[in-house]
């Protein structure tokens, strides 16, 4: 943890004011609003530039906290909380009375976690209140994982930067909806399908990325600027090289397997065989390749278990079709 308590002072009182904050957490940086300030709350929206239909999530101290962010707590969200709280677990349950509108873009449910970030923690146990806080980049881009990559993207547009150094996670919270008969998965992240499934003692199911869910779950998201294309492990080399010799400035992420061999293209990440460091490094990489002016990135799917299951979401989707404007 880099950030003082002098800073975590400055930043609960920005959030009083209602100011945003960026904040470091886990899973990747957040753009932070006081939960209970509607305008704070739109200026996230404004700022991201986010539709207001997506709604955000609501962060608080502790489970014991859950008092007026949810209407009742069901006996799978205790469960699920016990385990996994503090951590990269977000549950959607029934909108309590503290949570306005404008931050579950209008809907009568709400998306409620416990950051596992000490920086996190101190902030909201010195603000006392729920922070709503998305991914701190512009809408559809790649969410950050250093204070460096918030302050180069938004700028001046948020009014302090927490620096909790990087984030040890990487890839956002897996949103678990408890609000029907049985859980079910929204978004995969942090928190694997496996571990959830032996904590609940059933199988859950996951979301197709084919289709839209939810509002904030659409097909182009966590997106670089350069287009991502995924081929098969087999082919990352062989589609680069061709991509290359037709005058694109190929960025490559080669497999585990193919880790020293010699690729003609313009930049190599080498993709680590550890999920977890997979994950920590994802969006580092993206960024990293756009940097070094690539506009076409190769990459292949990991296998989807364990943290690979939120890896693929991310690249799908960082591949998925673009708006056209
Ligand atoms: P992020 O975009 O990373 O801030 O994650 C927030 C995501 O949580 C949204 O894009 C939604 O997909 C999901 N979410 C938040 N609140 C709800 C809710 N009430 N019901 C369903 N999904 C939600
Ligand atoms: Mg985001």
């Known amino acids: 943890m880099t950030a003082r308590t002098s800073d975590i002072e400055k930043a609960a009182g920005v959030l009083r004011a209602g100011g945003l904050v960026a904040l470091p957490t886990e899973t990747v940086y957040g753009l932070g609003a006081n ?3 509607p305008a704070a709350v739109a200026r996230i929206f404004q700022v991201k530039g ?44 029934r909108r309590g009375s503290r949570v306005p509108l404008e931050a579950t873009g209008g809907l009568e449910t709400v ?5 596992d970030h000490p920086v996190a923690l101190a902030l909201l146990s010195a603000f006392g209140g729920g922070v709503t806080a998305p ?9 950050p994982v250093t204070a460096g990559h918030v302050r180069a993207e938004l700028g001046d547009a948020v009014d302090f930067v927490l620096d909790g150094g990087p984030c040890e996670v990487g890839v956002e919270s897996t949103i678990v909806d408890v609000t029907g008969d049985v859980p079910c998965i929204l978004r ?6 496996e571990d959830l499934e032996a904590v609940l003692g059933h199988p859950i199911a996951v979301p197709s990325t084919s289709r839209v869910r939810v509002p904030g779950q659409h097909a182009s998201h966590y997106a670089p600027r350069a287009r991502v294309v995924l081929v098969e492990p087999e082919k990352v080399v062989v589609e680069a090289e061709l991509a290359q010799e037709l005058g694109h400035q190929v960025g490559v992420f080669l497999p585990p397997s193919f880790v020293g061999a010699a690729v003609k ?6 993709v680590p065989g550890s999920m977890a460091a997979y994950a920590r490094g994802l969006y580092g990489f993206l960024r990293e390749l756009d940097q070094q002016g690539c506009d076409l990135i190769v990459a292949s799917l990991p296998a989807e278990e364990g943290l690979g299951l939120a890896i693929a979401n991310r690249l799908r989707r960082a591949a998925g079709p673009r708006p056209t404007v």
Do not use: C, K, Y
Not at 111 to 115: C, F, L
Not at 188 to 193: A, E, L, N, Q
Not at 265 to 270: D, G, K, S, Y
């Open 35 to 37: 939960a209970e300030d």
């Open 50 to 93: 986010r539709p207001p239909a997506h709604p955000l999530i609501v962060h608080i101290g502790g489970a014991e906290q859950l008092d007026g962010w949810v209407q009742d707590v069901p006996q799978a969200a205790r469960l699920l909380a016990e385990h996994f709280w503090p951590g990269p677990l977000t549950l959607v349950m």
């Open 111 to 115: 998306a409620v976690r416990v950051p």
């Open 135 to 143: 991914s701190a980049n512009r809408f559809g881009a790649v969410s």
């Open 188 to 193: 995969p992240g942090g928190v694997t399908r």
């Open 265 to 270: 293209a313009h930049a190599v990440v080498a």
